[in-house]
């Protein structure tokens, strides 16, 4: 299940894991399933084999996750800043629509999310407990927090994009208290504080519209951006709420992501239709290929992101996937710094460091956490063992 002490990614929900040590994944089973790969690597180094197998997998764990969203960042913000040739409809140049943005990622995302649950469950919908209805709302949030995030770069940069997502642990939050009741500690709740403080320098920091931006503007883009982390909020808790009525036995990520998209390609495609956007996107994508090269690309990273992070969490655990992806966070902020000349002050700087270091301290607090419930866990294992032979 999704906590609230980590960073989200879209169409993801915390699946339970055995305990595990970092970096060294799943050692156990992997001395009995092991790949054509992975027996390669273990005849190349057979004195210790199992580090070089584990260490390969958390380098595609490690290469893809970033691959796939450091591109799929790049390409968001290249979409949604880049002056086009102008069409009849669109004198601006600017990509007319981000509901179509979100379409081809859903697009691709069903196809792929098709093609796992066929190979794993032999079925598309024959073994699916939870009905097409239960992921709707889910769906719906999903969509409308990913078309939040396209459309908020028209009006702020994509650094301050990514910093202000942290921020999202507050409605995370929240709705897991309206939702499923649950109550969180008062450390928590200061945790959440100090990253939103961190959320506030960082951005009132880095405000400096461009030349055709005013208050105003930047304003918009601030409401784009509570959107987002509103409706992405919901998403998960919505998520973990599917898994505890149906069980997890029943549904699982592959499923979820096809019952997830399944709804939000209807929902985008009803959208487009009612807005009137299809005629205008094929207008300025035949006039463009450029930007439906560059919607494809950012669709195909979304959906392979989409498999790491299942990969990831299923060997190495979620901890491991926050690490990975909180410095993915940093490289985006830099990439887009650099590429895209966005300046960023001291003051700012100094937020970044505010929200990350709470974050590398909940990630520590987490593993410390899991550390010492493994460790009671075989403490409490051995004076039962002791217990039962004195007996």
Not at 247 to 257: A, C, E, I, L
Request: aromatic share 12%; with cysteine.
């Amino acid at each position: 299940m999704m906590t609230p002490e980590r960073q989200m990614e879209p169409l993801l929900v915390e699946k339970q894991q055995p305990e595990r040590e970092i970096p060294m994944g799943n050692a156990s089973e992997a001395y009995t399933n092991r790949t054509a790969m992975e027996r390669a690597i273990a005849r190349a180094f057979p004195s210790n084999a199992e580090f070089f197998i584990q260490a390969f997998k958390f380098s595609l764990c490690f290469i893809g996750l970033q691959a796939s969203y450091l591109t799929w960042g790049y390409m968001q913000e290249l979409i949604m800043t880049t002056t086009f040739e102008p069409t009849p409809r669109v004198p601006s140049g600017k990509f007319p629509s981000a509901a179509f943005c979100v379409f081809s990622n859903r697009f691709l995302a069903v196809i792929v999310a098709v093609i796992c649950v066929k190979l794993k469950h032999g079925s598309v919908f024959g073994n699916n407990k939870a009905p097409l209805s239960a992921f709707t709302p889910c769906a719906l949030s999903n969509t409308m927090s990913s078309w939040s995030q396209y459309a908020s770069l028209k009006y702020v940069s994509f650094p301050v994009q990514t910093v202000f997502k942290s921020s999202k642990i507050i409605p995370v939050m929240i709705m897991g208290k309206v939702l499923k009741g649950t109550k969180y500690p008062m450390s928590q709740y200061a945790e959440a504080l100090c990253i939103t403080a961190g959320v506030a320098i960082f951005s009132f920091a880095s405000k400096k519209p461009k030349a055709d931006q005013t208050d105003d503007t930047a304003m918009i883009g601030l409401i784009f951006l509570l959107l987002y982390i509103c409706f992405d909020s919901f998403t998960s808790q919505w998520q973990a709420r599917v898994y505890d009525k149906y069980g997890r036995d029943n549904v699982d990520p592959y499923q979820m992501m096809l019952g997830v998209n399944s709804s939000a390609i209807v929902i985008t495609t009803a959208g487009l239709i009612l807005t009137g956007d299809f005629p205008i996107v094929y207008e300025f994508l035949t006039a463009n290929p450029r930007a439906f090269h560059y919607n494809v690309i950012t669709a195909i990273t979304s959906a392979s992101g989409q498999l790491c992070i299942f990969y990831t969490i299923k060997e190495f655990g979620p901890i491991v996937f926050t690490i990975i992806m909180t410095t993915r966070q940093m490289f985006s902020i830099s990439i887009s710094a650099v590429v895209f000349g966005h300046l960023i002050s001291k003051k700012a700087l100094i937020g970044a460091a505010v929200v990350f270091s709470v974050l590398f301290y909940q990630i520590r607090r987490k593993y410390m956490a899991r550390r010492m419930k493994k460790h009671n866990s075989s403490s409490m294992a051995e004076n039962n063992s002791i217990g039962g032979g004195s007996s």
